[in-house]
Nanobody, 128 residues
């Protein structure tokens, strides 16, 4: 059974940091591109960051560039999102997702429909 389980969310003050984790099981982790998306109340789910299957290419939404870092650990089958200098606008449920896409096109990896497996999400709340 393919499963993605996020953890690491919580309540943090503006300017603080959090590290999200996404543990993958039931799939060959090294063959999947991975992404993070987020959804704030009343808004569409939006792209945050992605990393290619090889780990050699990373992509970020403009709103998080320079503050968030995506990484993956193949030995642990785990995806990470280090989030620094958080603002109230970062408040959302964060989801990790897996895509069998083997290319390195950012425009492709930003699309929700490219991902066929999703986690249940973890809440991140940033207070002002």
């Amino acid at each position: 059974q393919v499963q993605l389980v996020e953890s690491g969310g919580g309540l943090v003050q503006a300017g603080g940091s959090l590290r999200l984790s996404c543990a993958a099981s039931g799939l060959t982790f090294s063959r999947y591109a991975m992404g993070w998306f987020r959804q704030a109340p009343g808004k569409e789910r939006e792209f945050v960051s992605a990393i290619s299957w090889s780990g050699g290419s990373t992509y970020y939404a403009d709103s998080v560039k320079g503050r968030f870092t995506i990484a993956r650990d193949y030995a642990k089958n785990t995806l990470y999102l280090q989030m620094n200098n958080l603002t109230p606008e970062d408040t959302a449920v964060y989801y990790c997702a897996a895509s069998y896409y083997s290319g390195t096109s950012q425009s492709t990896l930003k699309q929700r429909y490219e991902y066929n497996t999703w986690g249940q999400g973890t809440q991140v709340t940033v207070s002002s």
